[in-house]
């Protein structure tokens, strides 16, 4: 069977980007023969990619490097320009949030795209396709293979839907429903964003044709493992990296700016060496640094870990345009300059250039602190050793992430803007660590699953509510965690790991693809109702 995929971004680094490569492999381990069309500058660097072709010459030229190709990536001319969901630098092409391009640049965008889909469409002849994200994949898929009768579905990841169409349903309302108007099957992760998805669309008929198909877990590469191989792990991939640096990646030519997914391997690597399980008990974050991940929660909670498990330490890994405030925050948290800490929460989006918006759940966790003077003391006493107890490692691939993982107790999902799907938070339960998530939308979802097969007495350390409370919130569960007896957190690892095992497979979301495209609605998980979560 021939599928064709577009997704227009890259495969690696974000959660969408992610989705694609592992569902990529998984068909390519399926049989299926594969022809994803996306903007990655160097597809032949997944080990699942036999080809890749683009028109740099103003012409496809195709570099074939296994025979047959059972996946071949082909990369569009976009004359520059690449619509975004949310702000980030990307190499050899500009990219500008969707929001701010004017619209003759999404029309021309459109039209570069459609002609390179309908090229490899009319070169393959693929018996199905799949386009990724709310717009502009369906409405470039619509109008690529219109004629053809190639049937096609739809995978709705939550960035589009909330950060474009939500927000400017005038301009990109139109473009979503010409994409979703032909499409066999509308897949989403969750209930949340299917709720979400019928709200803005206010169309009555996609309903019906909506299934749940939550992205997978790699169950090969995200497992437990004892401490003492998860410490020799996290050893040697620290000196590869840093035995492998390559500043290169990072350095732009003739002043452009470093791509947000480019990294300096041997900064990473010190990072990573500055772990030492014999002495540490590690909690991760994993995510893009930007404010709706609430990292400036998360961060501004670790002063109350660090009083109560002083062997706590904190691995951000991410990327974004937060970055720089968030190493200001721990600089402020270092000094006890609360002052600097208070600016920064009322700059909040300014600091990543956006628009002005407090962050106001920080600004009321320092109002009740300032408020009690015994509270702020040991707060400031605990905070002074903070740039020692939190750690950034910038990006991480997708397969170095799976070593990361194992070695860490618990995983922190603080998000304040709705999730589709909490893949992070089911990843890290495949390795055995609690994974705590914001009370909402799809990593609610996926924590309610969780809990009906943890422990009792662990369940509600799955979730945080996402309020004023949540700094303190934050650190009383993970405290709890951390201090809780080693019966119940080897019981809670194991059910953790079994659930993520049994319950998520790519070669699973992969049939079920496979399954959307057919408009076989019958083989496909219907939306759940609302989850009610049991008592006592």
Not at 21 to 36: C, D, I, N, S
Not at 358 to 386: K, Q, S
Not at 454 to 475: F, I, Q, R
Not at 514 to 522: C, E, F, I, M, Y
Request: proline share 7%; aromatic share 6%.
């Amino acid at each position: 069977m021939r599928v064709l995929l577009f997704h227009g971004y890259l495969l690696s680094g974000t959660g969408s980007n992610v989705y694609t490569a592992q569902l990529t492999r998984a068909l390519v381990a399926l049989g299926a023969e594969v022809h994803l069309v996306c903007q990655d500058r160097a597809p032949l660097d997944q080990p699942f990619v036999d080809a890749a072709g683009n028109w740099d010459t103003g012409v496809l030229e195709v570099r074939t490097r296994r025979q047959p190709p059972r996946c071949t990536v082909y990369r569009p001319d976009l004359g520059g320009v690449l619509p975004v969901y949310v702000a980030d630098v990307y190499e050899g092409v500009r990219a500008v949030p969707y929001v701010d391009l004017d619209d003759a640049a999404i029309e021309d965008y459109l039209a570069r795209n459609v002609a390179a889909v309908a090229e490899v469409a009319a070169r393959v002849r693929p018996d199905a396709a799949l386009a990724g994200h709310l717009i502009a994949g369906p409405a470039i898929v619509a109008r690529a293979l219109g004629g053809m009768g190639v049937p096609y579905a739809v995978k709705v990841h939550g960035s589009a839907l909330e950060y474009a169409v939500a927000r400017r349903p005038d301009r990109f309302l139109g473009l979503a429903r010409e994409g979703l108007a032909g499409a066999r099957t509308v897949l989403v992760g969750s209930r949340h964003t299917a709720q979400r998805l019928w709200s803005v669309l206010d169309d009555p008929a996609l309903e019906a044709r909506t299934r749940l198909g939550p992205p997978g877990v790699d169950i090969e590469s995200f497992r437990p493992r004892s401490r003492a191989q998860a410490a020799e792990a996290l050893r040697a991939m620290g000196e590869e990296l840093m035995g492998g640096a390559t500043c290169a990646r990072e350095a732009p030519s003739r002043g452009e700016p470093v791509s947000s997914f480019a990294r300096d391997d041997g900064a990473a690597g010190r990072a990573l060496a500055r772990l030492d399980l014999t002495r540490d008990r590690l909690v991760a974050f994993v995510g893009k640094l930007i404010v709706s991940k609430g990292i400036d929660l998360l961060v501004a909670s670790w002063p109350l870990v660090a009083q109560r498990v002083p062997e706590a330490r904190l691995v951000v890994v991410g990327f974004g345009a937060y970055r720089a405030a968030l190493e200001r925050m721990l600089g402020a948290l270092s000094d006890g300059d609360l002052a600097t800490l208070r600016a920064l929460g009322e700059e909040g989006r300014a600091s990543e250039g956006g628009p002005p918006a407090p962050l106001n759940h920080l600004l009321t966790f320092l109002d009740a602190l300032e408020a009690d003077p015994e509270a702020l003391e040991g707060y400031c006493r605990a905070a002074a050793g903070v740039g020692d107890r939190v750690v950034l490692t910038g990006r991480l691939d997708h397969h170095e992430l799976a070593r990361l993982l194992p070695a860490c107790e618990a995983q922190v999902v603080p998000s304040t803007f709705p999730e589709a799907f909490g893949m992070v938070a089911a990843e890290a339960a495949a390795c055995g660590v609690l994974p705590v998530c914001a009370d909402h939308s799809g990593l609610a979802e996926v924590a309610g699953t969780l809990a009906q097969a943890v422990p009792p007495e662990a369940a509600d350390w799955l979730t945080v509510p996402v309020g004023p409370g949540t700094v303190t919130a934050l650190a009383d569960r993970l405290v709890a965690w951390l201090q809780a007896p080693a019966g119940l957190r080897e019981a809670t690892a194991r059910a953790l790991a079994a659930t993520a095992r049994e319950r998520y497979s790519w070669k699973g979301v992969a049939r079920g693809v496979l399954a959307a495209t057919r408009g076989d609605l019958d083989a496909l998980s219907p939306v759940p109702g609302p989850r009610r979560r049991a008592l006592g």
